[in-house]
């Protein structure tokens, strides 16, 4: 769906939902001299390229997702005190904040949390000045605090074997929720029975079973933004995003999907479909967020 230059990155499926994961991908492409950043988006169904050329479409008229901080963000103000304490070796109890000046994450709780890093070992107290603490070793001394050093990680997972055949990984919290019987794991397409798990190597050893198995993905459920709906209706109204190249099977494909979509569009309006049978539908083009409210306002049935 897009041009081929000699710097492309790849998107097979899984497309991006947001204009800020496009714009992460796209990073590392093309920083050669001479090079242009290009990337090439394949579409496995139908449904995925209006959904693609919508946030495309919001990318090219120059709009990005806002990035909204959190308003209290204590973790990150205990990590960077953590990092500081590795950085210095020691620091001051009073004197730290000469590091920070008024960075609001330093907030009247800073204190606080000092005392708390202090009281649970990651600090151990040396008159006026504190240091790393062997708790703080034994959770994060690992390739010399790499884990700290991140502001943000990936989510712990854990290798499935059966046998010595690897079958991929699964997330911690599929391990750790109460359920009644036996743990059984949804992978690969087949279903697997936890037989025990080896949680300092991170490894989950499973067997086969007839069926019952459960997967779960991390992350937000599939929703879709108002802005990313809206540049889906520009696209679907007959509108092209700026400097997309589509191939021969996409603009077929995007011609086909027009004329489907052509009864729930409305270029002035959201469009309601006259009820067939028991149920009719509602093409609002708000997002998820917003169809999630109405929904949730509407008379229960």
């Not at 394949?42 to 308003?71: H, N």
């Not at 990936?154 to 074997?161: D, G, M, R």
């Not at 709906?229 to 679907?236: A, D, K, N, W």
């Amino acid at each position: 769906m897009a041009r081929r230059d000699r710097h492309r990155d790849s998107s097979p499926g899984g497309e991006p939902r947001t204009v800020a994961s496009f714009l992460q991908r796209l990073g590392p492409t093309g920083r050669r001299a001479g090079t242009t950043r290009n990337c090439l988006f394949l579409c496995l169904d139908d449904e995925q390229e209006p959904l693609t050329l919508g946030m495309v479409d919001r990318w090219a008229r120059g709009w990005v997702e806002p990035i909204v901080p959190p308003p209290s963000p204590r973790h990150i103000a205990a990590q960077q005190l953590m990092a500081l304490c590795l950085q210095e070796h020691r620091i001051g109890v009073v004197t730290w904040r000469d590091w920070w000046g008024s960075l609001p994450i330093f907030d009247d709780t800073a204190d606080d949390i000092l005392q708390f890093l202090c009281a649970e070992g990651y600090f151990e107290r040396d008159g006026g000045f504190v240091h790393m603490g062997p708790e703080a070793e034994r959770w994060f001394g690992r390739r010399y605090f790499s884990d700290l050093t991140a502001v943000f990680s990936a989510p712990p997972e854990s290798t499935v074997l059966a046998g010595r055949n690897e079958f991929g990984t699964i997330g911690t919290d599929l391990l750790v929720e109460e359920i009644e019987g036996p743990r059984v794991l949804l992978l690969g397409g087949r279903s697997w029975k936890v037989t025990h798990v080896d949680w300092p190597r991170r490894r989950c050893f499973v067997e086969p079973v007839a069926s019952g198995g459960k997967a779960k993905w991390s992350g937000l459920v599939g929703g879709v933004s108002h802005a990313i709906t809206r540049g889906m209706r520009s696209v679907l109204l007959g509108g092209t995003p700026p400097g997309v190249t589509l191939t021969r099977r996409a603009q077929a494909s995007l011609a086909e999907l027009r004329a489907g979509y052509e009864p729930a569009i409305d270029p002035d309006a959201a469009v309601v479909v006259p009820p067939s049978e028991a149920s009719g539908r509602w093409w609002t083009w708000a997002g998820t967020a917003a169809n999630r409210t109405r929904q949730a306002s509407l008379p229960t049935p």
